[in-house]
């Protein structure tokens, strides 16, 4: 179906749903680089005023990827709640907008709504938004997770670990621990990039993170960001895995490109599961157990995009993490590279988009906070980003020795950009973390007594 509309006497025109979307999403490269980006401002323009009159009910009858050949929209469609969506299903995109950053629209109603809210029209929303709008409406949403810490709770700011190590050195891996966590971090998950997919090399870094949180009784949990198929083979020999970890994208093409599918999805979820890590409570009937990663510009390096514009696609991809009750979600913002996000401020409003749409989605989000070399982006870009996220609410940040991945060679969040964040706004970490900082932890740790 082709949509229409003037602006300054031109008229113009779009062929579908996905060209209105892409045509009024903001400037970034990685649409030009598809070829389906606005060619002018005024093009943009047009294809925004289009969109906000365009009623929410649109993105149930026309999908912008076909239901036949894709299995994330066959769960986005069969998933859908009318009843949730009967509060909004009378508006168009732009009053979606003046709702959402109305009064009404308290915690507790969004909360209610985002089961009847599909990626598309969260996606859709974001793109009539400024940045405040993003900041404001996210800052509404609290989604809580517990595994053996409680992240998201309003006035609390958690924070990955990440202490990657170029040559997976336990001793290595062992002093960042310790940095980070004399300096307060790790209540989201101690989460190791490795370099080497083995099981026996897996299984080896998992026991060295459970041999910390048994020894010091850190109430944290541990991911070992392997493929999924690797850590269900350390689950079967008996590995101590409690997040299970895996990327995601928005389309099955995307997926595919992962080695991933719903179907292994589900079938890893289960046996994670049966793990029992954590055990049930009346309070915490169900620990969050999956850790999902995301970004925007994955499905077109992956040539899976099918004509979407890749924050559509990214929106998308929160359909699949929402299916499964994730502890851990997270945009790796400028990870991809410029070719995708060109510059600092293509990146701030990524990170602020991806928030604000995970949020109404109903998901715990987190943000690395990132950006590599090439990209025409420094530190000073990520404070912005890191300090409006923290507006936000954003539920938690990464952690890395000095800001910089010596192993994954890309720039992100140290362990004194969340010290910052805390007293900046006066949050403070998971209550569980919290209260072994103040009372249980050791007066001095070392990095002998943390190898296994």
């Known amino acids: 179906m082709a949509y229409a509309q003037t602006a300054g006497g031109v008229h113009y025109t779009f062929n579908s749903l996905a060209d209105l979307m892409a045509k009024a999403s903001p400037a970034r490269s990685g649409d030009e680089l598809a070829g389906i980006a606005a060619s002018s401002a005024q093009q943009r323009v047009a294809a925004q005023m289009c969109l906000a009159d365009l009623p929410l009910k649109r993105f149930l009858g026309e999908a912008l990827v076909p239901y ?6 066959r769960l986005i469609f069969d998933t859908h709640d009318p009843a949730a969506f009967a509060l909004v299903a009378s508006l168009t995109v732009g009053e979606l907008r003046d709702f959402l950053l109305s009064d009404e629209a308290t915690g507790a109603v969004l909360k209610q709504l985002a089961p009847g809210l599909t990626p598309e029209m969260a996606a859709a929303v974001s793109k009539l938004m400024r940045l405040q709008d993003l900041i404001l409406v996210a800052r509404k949403i609290s989604v809580v997770t517990r595994f053996r810490s409680t992240v998201g709770l309003v006035g609390r700011l958690s924070t990955r670990l990440q202490p990657n190590h170029p040559t997976d050195d336990p001793a290595g891996i062992a002093a960042a621990m310790l940095d980070g966590l004399s300096l307060g ?6 989460g190791i990039n490795p370099v080497s997919d083995s099981v026996g090399h897996v299984t080896t870094l998992l026991r060295l993170i459970d041999h910390v949180r048994v020894r010091y009784a850190i109430p944290i949990q541990s ?33 595919a490109s992962f080695g991933v599918s719903l179907s292994l999805l589900d079938e890893a979820h289960g046996m994670a599961r049966s793990l029992d890590r954590v055990p049930a409570t009346p309070e915490h009937p169900y620990p969050n157990i999956m850790y999902f990663e995301t970004g925007q510009g994955s499905s077109l390096s992956a040539n899976a995009h099918h004509g979407v514009d890749q924050q559509t696609l990214e929106a998308r991809a929160y359909a699949v993490a929402r299916h499964f009750r994730p502890m851990l979600v997270n945009t790796v913002v400028g990870f991809i590279g410029p070719e995708y996000l060109f510059d600092g401020k293509q990146i701030l409003r990524a990170g602020l988009e991806d928030h604000f749409c995970g949020k109404l989605l109903e998901l715990p989000m987190g943000c690395d906070i990132c950006y590599t070399n090439h990209a025409e982006a420094d530190q000073d870009d990520m404070d912005a980003l890191l300090t409006m996220l923290g507006a936000a609410g ?31 706004l006066g949050l403070r970490p998971a209550p569980e973390f919290e209260e072994w900082l103040n009372g249980n932890a050791p007066r001095r740790l070392s990095v002998a007594a943390m190898l296994p």
Do not use: K, W
């Not at 971090?185 to 101690?190: F, K, L, P, R, T």
């Not at 689950?235 to 928005?250: H, R, T, V, Y």
């Not at 990464?398 to 950009?417: C, E, K, R």
């Open 223 to 255: 991911c070992v960001l392997a493929h999924i198929t690797t850590q269900m083979q350390a689950m079967e020999q008996g590995a101590p895995l409690d997040l299970l970890f895996q990327s995601i994208g928005g389309t099955e093409a995307t997926n």
């Open 68 to 73: 036949e050949i894709d299995e994330v929209t």
């Open 394 to 424: 954003v539920n938690y940040i990464m952690g890395v020795p000095g800001a910089d991945d010596i192993m994954l060679n890309y720039q992100s969040t140290s362990f004194h950009d969340a010290l910052y964040l805390r007293r900046l």
């Open 185 to 190: 971090s790790g209540d989201a998950v101690i």
